[in-house]
């Protein structure tokens, strides 16, 4: 389908029925991906990229964690934060931007908190319906066996609620992915973000669609190795489920 659908921009593009300048070919597209990259001038822009994503992502994925195995756990927490969490969560995270950059300026905190914010709600509210999911007979069990608190929590309640936990990760990797973008984009201090920005205001539409291919690329190779490591992680629920 993919390619019925190059094939056909191709097509419009030659036979004049598109604007080369502002729909390029996907062949010059292709050629102009592969000089970038046999180039290596995408590692940097890359890296940077990367680097703001995963330090958000990983960051506020045990903070969520963390605060949703207590508001799942404990009755208490979870009147106590529930309210915060519900009338922040619906909140789109790019409008959240124009006060964190008066705040916090164009620098990486910004972006940091930004992309933060966008994973760090999927991630809990998964969370904790995993942990209030829990068949209370594994609790039980746990119990009878000696076990305290803190070693249910951590030997029973956090791997049976993995699954949902994982799901929840998987979406916020791709919320953080977006998240992360518009902020160089609006920030314009490097990235791939702000690299596609810059190529459209220099109207080097080629370099931009090309930049483009580059971050579709990564983000189906970040979902590809997450799917990966979640089999590997919970593989034991793959094969209840078969």
Partial sequence: MVLLVLA???????LGMLNAALVPPPTTVAQRTFEIVASGVFLAPLGTT???????????????VILGLLMGRFVAMYNLFEPLVELLRPLPKPALLP?????????????????GLAVFFPVL??????????????INTARTFGCGRFAILLKVILPASLP?????????LALGMILVVI??????????????LDMQRS???????????????????LNAIFLALERRVIHWSAARSD
Avoid: C, H
């Fill in 203 to 221: 109207f080097r539409a080629q370099i931009m669609y090309a930049w483009l291919v580059i971050l579709a690329v990564l983000g189906y190779a």
């Fill in 99 to 115: 006060p964190l950059i008066l705040f916090l300026g164009l620098g990486d905190v910004m972006k940091l908190v930004v992309v």
């Fill in 164 to 172: 949902l936990i994982l799901a929840g990760m998987r979406v916020s």
């Fill in 50 to 64: 990367l680097y703001l994503l995963f330090v958000a992502y990983f960051a506020a994925s045990l903070l969520a």
């Fill in 8 to 14: 056909a921009i191709e097509t419009a593009v030659r």
């Fill in 183 to 196: 902020a160089e984009m609006l920030a314009g201090t490097g990235g791939l973000g702000y690299l596609i």
């Fill in 125 to 138: 509210i998964n969370t904790v319906q995993g942990v209030r999911g829990i068949d209370p007979v594994l």
